[in-house]
């Protein structure tokens, strides 16, 4: 169960320490109820790639996800059936001054659609719910905002 909040924010932030950096590229295969995406993860730091299937349930701060590690093959022939190209995500984590993990994306950069996003994931709705980010980059709390949700966003940006 995955159980996060997200953020919308101006830029990476400057004053946090910089965990990971990963570039993202990230299609869609379904993007009703249930929604199925498949992702390539290249680790700037030492040019590894995993290649990801991730199957997601309904919901905002709580729904059900499954993750499989798959092939560079099946990967590359999944990209050839979308048929479209892929939403490309600058990735980085960051450490909070409360200890958590703070995930920021910049997403498809340079194009007339990119946003910056930070999510947060939590063990229980509750943390979730009473959790407040006080960073200067926040423009606002997007946890309930389907507009974007990243399904909603490929939909929009990709047809």
Aim: with cysteine; net charge negative.
């Amino acid at each position: 169960m995955e159980i996060e909040r997200k953020w919308l924010l101006k830029c990476f932030p400057n004053t946090l320490e910089l965990l990971e950096e990963v570039e993202v590229s990230q299609g869609y295969l379904s993007t009703e109820e249930t929604e199925v995406r498949i992702r390539e993860y290249t680790h700037t730091d030492t040019n590894h790639i995993d290649y990801l299937l991730t199957v997601k349930g309904s919901g905002d701060v709580e729904r059900p996800e499954a993750e499989e590690y798959v092939s560079k093959s099946f990967f590359e022939e999944v990209v050839e059936i979308i048929g479209k190209p892929l939403i490309h995500k600058d990735f980085r984590k960051y450490r909070l001054p409360d200890g958590r993990v703070l995930e920021v994306c910049h997403v498809d950069a340079g194009t007339k659609h990119e946003f910056h996003y930070a999510e947060i994931e939590f063990d229980n709705i509750e943390e979730a719910e009473s959790y407040q980010l006080e960073i200067p980059e926040i423009i606002e709390d997007i946890t309930y905002n389907k507009h974007y949700k990243m399904k909603n966003y490929w939909r929009r940006t990709r047809g």
